[in-house]
């Protein structure tokens, strides 16, 4: 295999694991608490709905892209040069995403599923009747869950920055 297809495949990673950490810490830190600032319950509800769509669907296409990408340069790889902080890299970025759900749901003694179903439920249901402390709640619940993802994210991108500058590439 060509090492230059090798390289993109790790430079792609790299950068696409870089930007969802960057999605992941833009939501935690600026995002999500400016949330809690809207004036009134139903604006914030309806700009969460708006942020959780949008977070989900993009975190999904960058994770997939990272993990796929640096899996691949793993693959590909010679096996004198295959280096395992591509495997390492690739499956916490992988699991940033259901892994971060399962563990937290674990640590809940509940399943994720079924509470975040129930709440968004309750929200949605309400229609212009919003309560404002569920919102609330919700916002901090997906604050806390977005900043373990951060951390996650955040381990995985060192690695594949170091990693990368290791290799020389």
Not at 27 to 53: C, D, E, G, K, M
Not at 54 to 83: D, M
């Amino acid at each position: 295999m060509p090492a230059g297809a090798i390289t993109i495949c790790k430079f792609v990673g790299t950068i696409s694991l870089g930007l969802l950490t960057g999605v992941s810490t833009t939501l935690t830190t600026v995002s999500l608490p400016a949330l809690l600032t809207l004036p009134t319950a139903i604006n914030a509800r309806t700009t969460l709905s708006y942020l959780t769509t949008r977070n989900k669907a993009l975190s999904s296409y960058l994770r997939h892209i990272a993990t796929f990408a640096l899996f691949s340069a793993y693959l590909l790889s010679p096996r004198r040069f295959r280096h395992p902080y591509l495997l390492y890299t690739s499956l916490f970025t992988f699991a940033s995403g259901p892994g971060v759900d399962y563990a937290l749901a674990l640590r809940d003694g509940t399943s994720q599923r079924s509470k975040e179903s129930e709440l968004e439920l309750d929200l949605e249901a309400q229609g212009d009747d919003v309560n404002g402390e569920q919102v609330r709640l919700k916002v901090e619940k997906l604050q806390f869950v977005e900043s373990v993802r951060m951390g996650v994210e955040g381990l995985a991108f060192a690695m594949g920055v170091v990693g990368i500058w290791g290799d020389g590439a």
